[in-house]
């Protein structure tokens, strides 16, 4: 199975591909792609691929992904421990989902805190509005990023979604 320098590389090779491609497309008039959508593509993209790896089910030991959150990669450590390693959490459609559910706890939970412990200052990150027509490209990035790391690590889409046959 590749290292997660490979699965960097690899990812960021297609994404340069696929770059060159999506300009050429927009560029010949064939396919109009805006500029926000292409921002938050790339942003779904890089996130995935640099920071929700689905290896972060290693995150109990020494990972990528975890030391690319630098002291908070320690937030990853339950993580590791509730998947094990090439499970649910490298499946194709649930694996993803499963890191986008843990941050969205993780980052729920320490925004309160920071309102509990801090409640006259005013937090501008939690004041933010998001469009959810940038969600979608946002998405398709970071799902793409992870199916780029799955293609790589051999997992086939209907991982964790066949009946185990018995052998004879
Ligand atoms: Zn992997």
Known sequence: MPSGQSHTFINLAAYAVLGSVALYVHRQGIFFI???????????FLVGTVFLSPDLDLAEGHVNSKRAWGFLGALWVPYGLLFSHRGWSHSWLIGPLTRLIYLAVMVAVVTGLLHFLLPSVDWPVTSLAFSWSLALPLLVGYYLSQWLHLIADGVRPDHKMRWKKKRR
């Open 34 to 44: 805006g500029q926000e959508d292409a921002l938050f593509f790339t942003l779904g």
